[in-house]
């Protein structure tokens, strides 16, 4: 059994998919019970959705002003690039390093802001402090 | 088979929570604290060491001008987050629909073509607004 929201292999008794978390009896049903058992990594006649964390990428990219975004953005591009060869194995393999440099990017760009935001702060009250004792 | 147990308390919940709850905060502080003041946010760090402006630049007054109701001034401040902004609406939505199980239809599978052509756009529009001569330089913050 599949997971038909990513395409995760799915033990038969699971709920929930361990992959994306999509309820897995649920979406089978109203998928009409399609195919059961898909050929692994092989062409079937709808292929797995294979996250490839784009608007995350985006995201880092423009906000976060990393390089490591744009790595993100080049992934992405892959994991369609493949999805749409039908090589799903590599597909999920760019997915991953999508969503990981998304993260490196993100972390990144929050520790740079925060520990800016608090030099900012620092400085400021550091001069607040010397104006003050400089009319003592 | 009807899903009958409550749903597992996931990170991804967690996480869509702690978004929306940040979000909300953070819009209700940009509509009350204007960026065009200087002093009222720290300058952005990119900026402050470069001296370029960044793909990002003028995001922060681009959305206070959105939050007013100007379209205009907030294409001025920064046209790629304008244009960016309902995709990303929409995929936030979407995201946080499928987090509690309400099945939303993916959209159509995007030709890695254009993923390309995204990202050479935002890297020419990151070079472009930081060229200061005429037609550029409506693209600066």
Not at chain 2, 35 to 49: D, E, Q, T
Request: hydrophobic residues 50%.
């Amino acid at each position: 059994m599949y997971c038909t929201n990513c395409g995760e292999k799915a033990g038969e008794s699971d709920k929930f998919c361990t992959n994306c978390g999509a309820a897995i009896s649920e979406t089978l049903e109203e998928a009409g019970g399609a195919e059961k058992d898909p050929p692994l990594g092989g062409e079937s006649t709808a292929p797995p959705h294979v996250p490839n964390y784009l608007v995350q990428a985006i995201l880092v990219t423009i906000f976060c002003c990393l390089p490591f975004g744009i790595v993100s953005i080049v992934f992405a591009a892959q994991v369609n690039g493949h999805v749409a060869a039908g090589d799903i194995p590599n597909a999920r393999r760019a997915s991953n390093l999508a969503k990981t440099w998304a993260w490196v990017a993100f972390i990144g760009g929050l520790v740079i802001v925060l520990s800016w935001v608090a030099l900012v702060l620092f400085s400021g009250i550091l001069t607040e402090l010397s104006d003050e004792f400089g009319t003592l | 088979m009807k899903l009958t147990t409550p749903y597992p308390l996931r990170l991804g919940t967690v996480s869509h929570i702690g978004i929306a709850a940040l979000g909300a905060v953070g819009i209700a502080a940009l509509y009350v604290l204007d960026p065009r003041v200087p002093g009222n946010y720290p300058v952005c760090p990119f900026l402050s060491f470069t001296g370029c402006y960044c793909p990002g630049c003028g995001t922060l007054r681009a959305l206070h001008r959105l939050l007013h109701a100007d379209v205009v001034g907030a294409l001025g401040y920064n046209p790629l987050t304008v244009l960016s902004l309902p995709f990303i609406v929409y995929s936030i939505t979407t995201s946080a629909l499928r987090e509690v199980h309400v099945p939303v239809p993916r959209p159509a599978f995007i030709h890695p073509q254009w993923i390309w052509v995204l990202l050479v756009g935002i890297v020419v529009f990151w070079v472009l607004r930081n060229v200061p001569v005429a037609p550029f330089s409506m693209l600066a913050p």
